[in-house]
């Protein structure tokens, strides 16, 4: 199984950036996925994620700026993150094989290496 996550960089404060993640090797529409992001000396946080049927998931901390969306036919999902700010700064992580549970995404079996998301204010 490979996850690879692509569209990180840096951006000013307010700007937007569009996060993909590519997988293959596993069964894609038997799992969700999503992505979760780590600042230095903070816990992993889950950002969003998105089960094969299509409901979703975002964290608060997103919430009203953030778009997850898949695309099936290529194994991928992406993450829209618009009026970025210094705090969303961060390693985001792509997972897989996950269990949609309760309106959550459960139990990721893959992790991407991550894309580091740099906001400057």
């Known amino acids: 199984v490979q996850l690879t996550e692509s569209g990180g960089g840096s951006v000013q404060s307010g700007g937007s950036l569009r996060l993909s993640c590519g997988g293959s090797?596993?069964?894609?529409?038997?799992?969700?996925m999503g992505w979760f992001r780590q600042a230095p000396n903070k816990e992993r946080e889950e950002v969003a994620a998105i089960d094969s049927d299509g409901p979703t998931f975002y964290a608060d901390s997103v919430k009203g700026r953030a778009t997850i969306s898949q695309d099936s036919a290529k194994h991928a999902i992406y993450l829209q993150i618009d009026s970025l700010k210094p705090e969303d700064t961060a390693k985001y992580y792509c997972a897989a094989g996950g269990i949609w549970y309760r309106g959550r995404c459960i139990s990721h079996k893959y992790w991407g290496q991550g894309t580091q998301v740099t906001v400057e204010a």
């Open positions: 090797g596993f069964t894609y529409s038997s799992y969700c």
